[in-house]
């Protein structure tokens, strides 16, 4: 085995969106990986000392050496394994748009998720709204900043802003589904929906993304139920 594929190693949890992002982007790269699925309610001696900070995951573990925080692993897969298909555009300034527009997914979109999922009533349809915002300001900003292409998702290639957008999002009926609601649909912003819809369908992600149902059951595990009217 190469070198660099030696020893890479994933610790996740499967119904995570920040694991799969990782899984997505080894995959799309072609490199062999021993998966590891950490149980979060009894974090294994390995999770905690290759992440004694936050004690999360995902992890990967690369010839021992541990690379913690999704997008931070991204990169370094990215950076390692440079060959195509490449995650980041090679020009420094659209690098830095694809980072800006990441973490924004991941400071306002994801924590808006929790959000709903977490409150009932008048509180849910209020971060219902609030999600609703976010990604109108979300596609919005990355359609300006690449020239009108919201992404950069074709029949063979996957962008970091697509794996980001894709894991978390391409799941979106099992939520709709738990919740007895809709977060995201045609008639509220139709340009993200057409992407994620678009997404869906391509091979990796269908192969990578947890279970409809097995999803479905986790979720209205945690799910704050709506009140009896």
Same mark, same amino acid.
């Given at each position: 085995m190469d070198e660099k594929n030696r020893e890479v190693v994933l610790l996740g949890s499967w119904p995570s969106a920040y694991c799969t992002r990782v899984a997505l982007a080894l995959k799309l790269k072609g490199i062999p990986y021993k998966y590891v699925e950490?149980? !979060?309610?009894?974090?294994?001696?390995? !999770? =905690?000392?290759?992440?004694?900070?936050h004690k999360k995951v995902p992890v990967l573990l690369h010839k021992g050496r541990s690379i913690c925080e999704s997008l931070v692993i991204l990169e370094y897969? *990215?950076?390692?394994?440079?060959?195509?298909?490449?995650? !980041?555009?090679?020009?420094? &300034?659209?690098?830095?748009?694809?980072?800006?527009?990441?973490?924004?997914?991941?400071?306002? =979109?994801?924590?808006? @998720?929790?959000? =709903? !999922?977490?409150?009932?009533? +008048?509180?849910? +349809?209020?971060?219902? +709204?609030?999600?609703? +915002?976010?990604?109108?300001?979300? $596609?919005?900003?990355?359609?300006? *900043?690449?020239?009108?292409?919201?992404?950069?998702?074709?029949e063979e290639t996957l962008g970091l802003l697509d794996i980001v957008v894709g894991s978390s999002c391409c @799941? &979106?009926?099992?939520?709709? $589904?738990?919740?007895? =609601?809709?977060?995201i649909g045609p008639n509220k912003n139709p340009t993200f929906f057409m992407w994620v819809n678009a997404l869906k369908e391509h091979p990796l992600m269908k192969e990578t993304l947890p279970p409809h149902d097995k999803l479905v059951a986790k979720i209205k595990s945690i799910v704050v139920p709506s009140p009896i009217a």
């Amino acid at each position: 085995m190469d070198e660099k594929n030696r020893e890479v190693v994933l610790l996740g949890s499967w119904p995570s969106a920040y694991c799969t992002r990782v899984a997505l982007a080894l995959k799309l790269k072609g490199i062999p990986y021993k998966y590891v699925e950490e149980d !979060l309610k009894n974090k294994s001696e390995l !999770l =905690i000392k290759h992440n004694p900070v936050h004690k999360k995951v995902p992890v990967l573990l690369h010839k021992g050496r541990s690379i913690c925080e999704s997008l931070v692993i991204l990169e370094y897969i *990215d950076d390692i394994w440079n060959h195509s298909p490449k995650l !980041l555009p090679e020009d420094p &300034y659209q690098r830095a748009k694809v980072r800006f527009w990441a973490n924004y997914f991941d400071q306002k =979109i994801m924590p808006g @998720t929790n959000s =709903i !999922l977490l409150s009932n009533g +008048e509180a849910r +349809e209020k971060a219902i +709204e609030d999600m609703n +915002e976010m990604l109108r300001v979300f $596609e919005e900003g990355v359609k300006e *900043d690449f020239h009108e292409q919201l992404y950069f998702f074709n029949e063979e290639t996957l962008g970091l802003l697509d794996i980001v957008v894709g894991s978390s999002c391409c @799941t &979106y009926k099992a939520y709709h $589904e738990a919740c007895n =609601i809709e977060v995201i649909g045609p008639n509220k912003n139709p340009t993200f929906f057409m992407w994620v819809n678009a997404l869906k369908e391509h091979p990796l992600m269908k192969e990578t993304l947890p279970p409809h149902d097995k999803l479905v059951a986790k979720i209205k595990s945690i799910v704050v139920p709506s009140p009896i009217a």
